[in-house]
C-alpha cells in the first residue's frame, strides 16, 4: 500500500483552546506529533501554553490562571500534514460489491463464437495501421478503435482476447465506449479505461555522452508478450497483468475484469475522499477570509476610536481656548455678548468645539 500524505492549516484559536485543556502531551499523541513540535507551533502562533506545574496546580485543586490568547495581526500560515493509507476493498461478504468482485473473479469467462462488432470495425482499422519505432502498430489517429498497440504477429491474438473481455463485459452488464483515443467502461459509477499493449524489454544498456558527461541508456525491444491494463489513479490495487512463466494472459482474464471494479471501487472512494478534502480546505480558506474580514473590520474600529479620542481632545482643548479667550476679552473690559463681535466669535468658535467633539452626536 502507498501512503498518502495530506495536509490541514493549524487553527490558532482551536489549538489555544486544547492545549489549555489537556498537557501538550496529550494534545502532540492526537495529531501524531512530538510535544516539542507542538510547542513550536504555539511559538510560531504566539500561543501562550500552560507553565511548569500548571496541570499539578490544576489536579489538587488549587485555582489557576488561563492566560488570554492575544490578537496576532498578520499571524503565518501554518500546516500540518496527516498520514493516510489508501482505501481497502471491503472484505465483509454481505457486501453486495464484494460479492460482484468475488463472483466475476471466480468465473472465467466462456470464448466467443463470433467477433463483436467492435473487433469487427478493429480489424477493418488494423490494415491501416502502421508500426511505432517498435514494432507495434498504431490504428490511425482520426479513426474509432478498441485500444491494442501490439505487433502484427500478436495482432490477432491480442484481438482474441480483447473480443473475449468485450462480450464478458457486456454479460457484466458493462457496455464498452470507444473513442479516438480510449476504452472504457462505467462500473460502480467510475469511468474505467483499459486496453491490450505489448510489453518493451530491454534489449542492450549503453554509455551515452550527454551535456553534463555520459549517461546509461536503455535500449528496447519488443518483448512478444501481451498484458492487460488498466488506466487508474487508485493507489494499492493492481493494474496490469501479462504473459508469465506459468500462465498467459487468457487464463488471467478473471482477474482483469475483477481488477476493472476494484479500480472502479477505490476511484470512487478516493474521489469522495478528495472531495472531502477539498471541502475542508474550502472551509479552512473562507475561515481565513472571515477571519481577517473581523479584524479588518476591528482594526478599522480600533482606528475610528483614536480619532474619536483625539477629536475629543482637540474639542477640550478649542473649548478651554474660549474660555481663556472670554476671560482675557472681560479684563480688558471689552464686551463678548452674543451681539458683539467678541460674542460672535465665540459663538462660532464653540459651534465648531461642537461639530468637532464626538459626544455631541451622540
Known amino acids: 500500500m502507498v501512503s498518502m500524505y495530506v495536509k490541514f492549516q493549524w487553527n490558532r484559536e482551536s489549538l489555544y483552546e486544547e492545549v489549555w485543556q489537556s498537557p501538550v502531551s496529550k494534545v502532540a499523541e492526537k ?15 504566539k500561543i501562550p501554553v500552560p507553565g511548569r506545574g500548571y496541570w499539578a496546580r490544576k489536579s489538587a485543586g488549587y485555582s489557576v490562571k488561563k492566560q488570554p490568547l492575544l490578537r496576532f495581526k498578520n499571524a503565518p500560515i501554518l500546516f500540518r500534514s496527516e498520514r493516510t493509507r489508501p482505501p481497502t476493498l471491503p472484505t465483509d461478504p454481505s457486501d453486495p460489491e464484494f460479492l460482484k468482485i468475488a463472483a466475476v473473479e471466480g468465473k472465467h469467462p466462456a470464448i466467443p463464437a463470433s467477433d463483436h462488432s467492435l473487433i469487427e470495425e478493429a480489424r477493418k482499422q488494423f490494415l ?7 514494432g507495434r502498430l498504431e490504428w490511425p489517429s ?11 504477429e500478436l495482432l490477432d491474438r491480442a484481438l482474441s482476447v480483447m473480443n473475449t473481455l468485450l462480450f464478458a463485459l457486456k454479460e457484466e452488464g458493462l457496455e464498452v465506449s470507444v473513442t479516438e483515443k480510449s476504452t472504457s467502461v462505467v462500473a460502480f459509477g467510475q ?9 518493451l524489454q530491454i534489449k542492450e544498456r549503453r554509455i551515452e555522452q550527454s551535456y553534463s558527461g555520459t549517461k546509461l541508456v536503455n535500449v528496447y525491444e519488443r518483448s512478444g508478450r501481451i498484458a492487460f491494463h488498466i488506466l487508474s489513479n487508485a493507489k494499492g490495487q493492481r493494474a496490469f497483468w501479462g504473459d508469465g512463466k506459468t500462465k498467459k ?21 478516493e474521489d469522495g475522499e478528495r ?26 474600529r480600533f482606528e475610528n476610536l483614536e480619532q474619536c479620542v483625539a477629536s475629543w481632545q482637540r474639542a477640550k482643548q478649542i473649548r478651554e481656548f ?32 461642537d461639530w468637532l467633539d464626538p459626544l455631541s452626536r451622540i
Open 322 to 353: 474660549i474660555e481663556a479667550y472670554k476671560l482675557a476679552c472681560e479684563k480688558k473690559g471689552e464686551s463678548t455678548s452674543p451681539e458683539s463681535e467678541k460674542g460672535k466669535w465665540i459663538q462660532w468658535a464653540r459651534g465648531k468645539a
Open 142 to 152: 482520426s479513426k474509432r478503435c478498441v485500444d491494442i498497440h501490439v505487433s502484427g
Open 128 to 134: 491501416r495501421a502502421k508500426p511505432d519505432e517498435y
Open 275 to 300: 472531495k472531502e478534502r477539498e471541502a475542508e480546505r474550502e472551509r479552512q480558506r473562507l475561515e481565513r477570509e472571515e477571519l481577517a474580514r473581523r479584524e479588518r473590520e476591528e482594526q478599522k
Open 31 to 45: 495529531y501524531g506529533i512530538s510535544d516539542v513540535a507542538i510547542a513550536k507551533v504555539c511559538r510560531k502562533l
Open 191 to 199: 469511468t474505467m479505461r483499459f486496453g491490450i499493449v505489448e510489453d
Open 249 to 269: 494472459l487468457e487464463q488471467l482474464l478473471p482477474k482483469c475484469i475483477g481488477g476493472i471494479f476494484r479500480h472502479a471501487r477505490l476511484n470512487r472512494i
